[in-house]
């Protein structure tokens, strides 16, 4: 199964903070359950996964499953990365281009996350295409993200977080993200998702030109 997602070391860039005992124990739960949850799914389908049988594999309660996670699609969706690319973001320099550091961000962590949890990516991008309900709640997912990506850009330019041209900016980029993965996941997953996002982060760069 997937490993843990790896946090970059106290020398590197966007590193964080070294977790408590207490959030250490929370991490180990959610990816327990996580990985329970992507295991039965495997085995018998998304449909015929249950929380009760969720909380059986990864020997909690079923309270504790919702007490992590709101609905069985948040479960498949929900990762510990939206920390790591804040700080990776927020070690950019603060001259560079917008659309560089944010490249260069999603660019690093989506390597960490192949590198660490491929098959889970694999799978999960299986879902988001197979299972209509995943795709709507990545949808509402990616808001948050979207507000973290924000408030981050926000602070570098001295605007505020809700700043029409900064969503804007935010929005097009993770819906370019989200597309290249659905289209990645459609085309049974055939090609380097790497190079297609660069790709569609060109196209953006270009002007949306055809």
């Known amino acids: 199964m997937a490993a843990t997602p790896r946090t970059p070391s106290p020398a590197e860039p966007g590193a964080q903070p070294p977790l408590g005992l207490r959030e250490r124990k929370k991490l180990r739960t959610r990816v327990a359950i996580r990985q329970a949850t992507y295991r039965l799914i495997a085995e018998q389908g998304y449909d015929a996964t249950t929380i009760e049988q969720i909380a059986e594999a990864a020997e909690v309660s079923p309270s504790t499953v919702f007490r992590y996670f709101a609905t069985k699609e948040d479960i498949v969706l929900t990762d510990e990365y939206d920390p790591v690319m ?71 330019t001295g605007r505020s977080a809700d700043d029409l041209k900064i969503r804007i900016f935010i929005a097009a980029v993770l819906g370019a993200l989200r597309e290249v993965t659905l289209y990645w996941g459609e085309h049974d997953q055939e090609g380097d998702l790497i190079a297609m996002i660069n790709d569609a982060l060109d196209t953006l760069e270009g002007g949306l030109l055809l």
Not at 97 to 126: D, G, K, W, Y
Not at 137 to 150: F, G, H, N, V, Y
Request: aromatic residues 2%; charged residues 30%.
């Open 86 to 156: 804040e700080a990776s973001l927020r070690s950019r320099p603060a001259d560079e281009a917008p659309l560089l550091s944010v490249r260069l961000m999603m660019i690093e962590s989506l390597t960490s996350f192949m590198e660490t949890e491929n098959e889970e990516l694999r799978q999960r991008t299986r879902l988001m295409v197979e299972v209509p309900a995943i795709r709507a709640r990545m949808t509402e997912t990616m808001s948050d993200t979207a507000k973290i990506l924000a408030q981050v850009l926000a602070d570098r």
